[in-house]
């Protein structure tokens, strides 16, 4: 039997027999592309070549891509675990011809790999070719369909035409597209358990049978805004099959997850939680595990971090899947991040950031499992609150709002909730959760789409463009080869070479001008679109070819440049002082600032953050000549250079050596040596997520202005205290702790004060139902003095309670504070606040035993006050008969 090891490294030796270049897996982070969440197709590191806007030096290519697809109609979050074939997480094998090979060499490579080398059997495999599409005014792909009858041993009656929406494939609303061609295999009977409720058959969405293993699309259309089709000057195949899939194949196993991708991943789960896999909802969450440990683990290699927005919330709701069907397995302590190790042996090999970065994605893992079991229990509170509400009662049914808030809020699925209901004799309504749910996915599939932006450019001149000579050259003359128009009315200006330094590797881009005789345009952005280097321009005149002055503005390079280099020293630093498990998470370089997310899970010291400030000044006063060459990215690796982890690099990298001290990947701009930086201060020092530390630093005069104010303020604060620079610090201690214990004495008082009301107050108190009920206007100064009258007089009636009214700061407020024996019987201080408080256009809540609230009317207090003693005799019955 074949491993996936083995499989993955034949197909791609397959197509380097074929003159394929091997191009590494991109991360599945898509730093470099805002339109996706997820890298979700081998073919993204590829769309600037399709979209006509970048280039390579290879037209064939071949890879293993690393894959999440988090949602969409074939591939729901919700579903992964359920069958035994989708995934969130999933590599995708591909190989790709930018304007070489087309129909005819995808057809039949893909037939003597499949059949010839693998010896899949050739009567279980089908094909689908593209119908046609009569709105298109397509016919159907007999091209294709021909090739597979002639160039292959495929059974003719096995060669099937399926429609637009199985057979077309497109990137967006517009830009390149075109038909496809699918091979699926016959598993045979009995492979698919709903094959009473539906007819198996190829393409037949939910059929286990008919597996879909490979899809060759053939780009041969453009699609313009109109909706037209154009024909491409260059046809490209873009090809892609799942590993886990054609794993599961060739090892003759009943389910993806019995694949050796996964079988070690479910053994590490059962000896970890005891359990057995087995059917049923224990094995649904073996699987779920399984698969979102796959796509949170390399999220976090690659630079991914949970959080409440974006991609960071895919992967917090991911992680609390798995958190949630780890309590089917009866965990209810963290305990996922233990089965990295495990991961890292079944595909560290292929993918070494895995690795590399294993300890990082453990510790962020169960951070994230420690927090959200905190969250799970918070929302088993909120769910009896909800059952609580009077409408609840009435109608018997928990509403799909408050079903979609737990689930959105607290990772409860639907099936966790209705079972919580039906144990209190409740129904959920599943059509308004799954409105919801609905206009969730269709939010996450409009922010996952290609934004296909077609700006309308003037070409000026032709030639090449966008040459980038700005790490020496600062000014220079150039051409105008297009310009355009945004949405701002920038001017876009794309040049043939250019000494501006478009934002990326989290340097800021630079700023300047554009001169072109009695013409300037200010420049205050430069950004990347595939291999263009745009300049963003703020200025009215159009461009001509007559030639221009392209000048960066120097006062913001220097800063930056030393920022960026300091930004190396301290990363060098960090692992010094704190260990090589350091890396780096995030960077950006600012005239003004640098800030440096890092790995490490502890809050740093204050004698770490002044080793790291001498660390970093010894370099500069060393005054180092930096070395920055290029090579190739295996040599550069092997070397021992550090690469940011989820960062996409070429065949061929730059290095920055600041001697042996600091070795870098960096494509970024830096100073000629350490001296020019001046100086190193760190201002701040922060944790922003689990495992990620940031630090915030400043440089040269800026540095140096902080040095000074510093020394300003310590001068001021020694003639305040009249003590040496030396014994300061035990001064402003002493002051400190001074004014500590006289803001104890004070409140103590406010207390003694508050008890001496209290006395005068309860000669107000009347007797209702049974109970000491006290209402009454107070003049008091501040809330915490309203809120210590509260509890003196709540120690003083028992059975009883108190409605207390005031202002502050013209701000017109209400409390009420009920007995001990009055709350065991169901008196709560909230829905009596509440019943006053309206009656001054105010609301409010708090505790069974204290309760404040906000009024927006203070004239209609004298009414509420009136209305109160009836309003508490009415709830009070209510509630004590």
Known sequence: MKTSQQIRQEFISFFESKAHRYVRSSPVVPNDDPTLLFTNAGMNQFKDIFLATGTRDYTRAVNSQKCIRASGKHNDLEDVGRDNYHHTFFEMLGNWS???????????????LFVEKWGLPADKLWVTVFEGDSQDNLEADVETEEIWKSCTSVKHD???????????????????????????IDLGEGSCPLSEQHTCAVAEEGCWRFVELWNLVFIQYNRLPSGELKALPDKHVDTGMGLERICRVMQKVHSNYETDLFTPLLEAISQITGQKYEEGEIGTAFRVIADHLRSVSFSIADGGLPSNEGRGYVMRRMLRRATRFGRVLGMHEPFIYKLIPTLVDVMGDAFPEIQAQAQHAASVIKAEEESFGRTLDRGLEIFEQMIQQPEIGRHKQLSGEAAFKLYDTYGFPLDLTRLMCEERQLTVDEEGFESLMAAQRNRAREAAKFQMKIDDWTDVSSGEHSKFIGYQTFATEAIVQKYSQNDQGQLLVVLDRTPFYAESGGQVADQ?????????WQVVDVQKDGDAIIHFCEGNAVPTAAPLTAQVQMDLRRPTTANHTATHLLQAALKQVLGPHVKQAGSIVHPEYLRFDFTHSEKLTDDQITTLEVLVNEKIRENIDLNIYETAYDDAIQSGVTALFGEKYGDQVRVVLVSEFSRELCGGCHVKATGDIGQFRITSEMGIAAGVRRIVGVTGQIAENLARQEGHIVSHLRQIFNVPTEQLSNAIEHFVEEKRQLEKEIKELKKESASGSAVQLLQKVQEVSGSKILISEVSIDSMDAFKSLGDSLREQLNPGLAVLATTINGKLSFLCVVSPDLVSQKVKAGEVINLIAALADGRGGGKPHLAQAGAKSPEKLPHALQQAPSLIERYLQERLN
């Open 158 to 184: 096995q060669i099937l035409r399926c429609s637009k929406k199985d057979n077309f494939w497109e990137m967006g609303d517009v830009g390149p597209c075109g038909p496809c061609s699918e091979i699926h």
């Open 98 to 112: 930018f304007g070489d090979y087309f129909k005819k060499e995808a057809i039949t490579w893909a037939w003597e």
């Open 512 to 520: 300047g001008q554009l001169q072109q005789g009695d013409t300037q």
